[in-house]
């Protein structure tokens, strides 16, 4: 998870960093993954979601 999204709740105290050592290298840009079980129809607004993050420039 980006820092940007915990900055907060980690200087409050609410989350702890248990590996403050360990960091993830990702390169340029952030990356989304659209995960589901293969076989199974996916809802309308889950296939919507992945089409609107792949026409934003998102790989899923």
Do not use: W
């Not at 702890?16 to 995960?35: K, T």
């Amino acid at each position: 998870m980006p820092d940007y999204f915990v900055t907060e709740d980690l200087a409050s105290g609410r989350l702890v960093n248990l590996l403050p050592e360990a960091q993830v290298e990702v390169g340029i840009g952030d990356h989304v993954y659209a995960l589901h079980l293969p076989g199974r129809l996916l809802p309308a607004r889950v296939r919507s979601l992945i089409t609107f993050l792949a026409q934003e420039g998102v790989k899923p």
